[in-house]
């Protein structure tokens, strides 16, 4: 992970009508990075990314991302950014390599159909159409298409959410992958263990304000170092863990 910022995000303010959604939000996600956006449901993280990814209008506060501006550069910022869409953007008779080449037109790119579906594990379901895949499939293909304009960072909106633990830890090692190939991070997730798992830092949302942000690790000594302990003994494993056991892990990819 570098040291440059190639997201500020100062004092952002959502209202909807006189609802305040996003009250006054400030954070930097550094360059190659994993970062979390955490927290309840309304507490104002998919606005908040939505407002990064250009979809929706702030109130007011500023957006830079990746040195535009999001005042007056946005159609800058759109052709570095990745943004995984709702599984309602995708033509139901179309096959995944098809999707990816309309995907593809849509940036003015050519695409390599086979090296992106190959990188999310669905090289063998490129004559399917979407609503053939199970979930975990229609997730890792969607993070496929932010894919496409090679972007500097793309924008995940609870990507494992509904997924079985399976799904999930494969769709961790993906974003791990992407990761690892240079690309910067943002996830939002109501899941503490995989923002644990998965994050260098993240922001606890709540209530439109972030109330913490650090890496997980600073975040539980903090915690620690106030004499907070837990109620039980941490066992070395938990349920999910015996699941995974019993149903084999290595024997299915969903
Ligand atoms: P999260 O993604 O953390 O669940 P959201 O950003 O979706 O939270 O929503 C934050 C708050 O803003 C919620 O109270 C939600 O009901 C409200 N909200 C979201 N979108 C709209 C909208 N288009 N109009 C009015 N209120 C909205
Ligand atoms: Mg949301």
Redesign the pocket.
């Known amino acids: 992970m570098s040291e440059k910022e190639v997201i500020t995000v100062r004092n952002l303010v959502?209202n909807?009508?006189d609802?305040e959604?996003?009250k006054g939000i400030s954070f930097s996600v550094y360059e190659g990075e994993i970062f979390g956006?955490l927290?309840?449901?309304?507490?104002?993280?998919?606005?908040?990314?939505?407002i990064m990814e250009t979809l929706?209008p702030k109130t007011s506060g500023e957006v830079i991302i990746d040195g535009f501006n999001l005042d007056h550069e946005a159609d800058k910022i759109k052709r570095i950014i990745g943004v995984q869409l709702q599984s309602s953007g995708f033509y139901p008779s179309l096959n995944l390599s098809e999707l990816i080449i309309l995907f593809g037109g849509l940036y003015n790119e050519p695409v390599n159909v086979r090296e992106l579906l190959h990188l999310v594990n669905l090289e063998d379901k490129a004559k399917n159409q979407y609503k053939e895949l199970s979930g975990g499939q229609k997730q890792r293909f969607s993070i496929a298409t932010t894919l496409v304009n090679k972007p500097r960072i793309i924008f995940l909106?609870?990507p494992t959410t509904g997924l079985d633990p399976h799904a999930r830890r494969n769709l961790w090692d993906l974003i791990r992958d992407i990761r690892s190939k240079g690309t910067t991070v943002i996830i939002?997730t109501?899941y503490m263990d995989e923002a644990e798992i998965l994050c260098d830092r993240v922001a606890i949302?709540d209530h439109?304000k972030i109330i913490a942000l650090h890496s997980p690790d600073q975040l539980i000594d903090d915690l620690v170092a106030t004499g907070f302990e837990r109620p039980k003994e941490v066992k070395k494993a938990n349920l999910e863990d015996v699941f995974i056991h019993l149903t084999g892990r290595s024997l299915r990819n969903e």
């Open positions: 959502k909807y009508g609802f959604a996003v956006l927290g309840p449901n309304g507490a104002g993280k998919s606005t908040t990314l939505e929706r909106d609870e939002t109501h949302v439109g």
